[in-house]
């Protein structure tokens, strides 16, 4: 059992940057895929990023690429959101999720096992 806990969240202008943290409990932190995902009033969720157990293999989606970066400390049982250049679209809730994978990280929110709470992020104008 893995329980996430997600924090960092908050009120930024555009342009701005946060980062956002989800902290693991549990065995085995380094043997899970690792994604961000979010959620917007009205919308589907949809992922952001993904990284590998390793930290060595990470994926975003396209329209955070390049502004946002995934990372993890398994020392710490940590993974963390580098989020940069924020714009007003990226307002939502942020969640993040463990994989039990010892692949490539999922882009697929139903192959994540286990969910944080989430955390508000909002971007104003």
């Known amino acids: 059992q893995v329980q996430l806990v997600e924090s960092g969240g908050g009120l930024v202008q555009a342009g701005g940057s946060l980062r956002l943290s989800c902290a693991a409990s549990?065995?085995?932190?380094?043997?899970?895929?690792m994604g961000w995902f979010r959620q917007a009033p009205g919308k589907e969720r949809e992922f952001v990023a993904a990284?590998?157990?390793?930290?060595?293999?990470?994926y975003y989606q396209d329209s955070v690429k390049g502004r946002f970066t995934i990372s993890r400390a398994n020392a710490k049982n940590t993974v963390y959101l580098q989020m940069n250049s924020l714009k007003p679209e990226d307002t939502a809730v942020y969640y993040c999720?463990?994989?039990?994978?010892?692949?490539?990280?999922?882009?697929?929110?139903?192959?994540?096992?286990?969910w944080g709470q989430g955390t508000q992020v909002t971007v104003s104008s």
């Open positions: 999720a463990a994989e039990r994978s010892s692949g490539a990280p999922s882009q697929f929110d139903y192959e994540y096992n286990y």
């Open positions: 990284i590998g157990g390793s930290g060595g293999n990470t």
């Open positions: 549990g065995r085995g932190f380094s043997t899970y895929a």
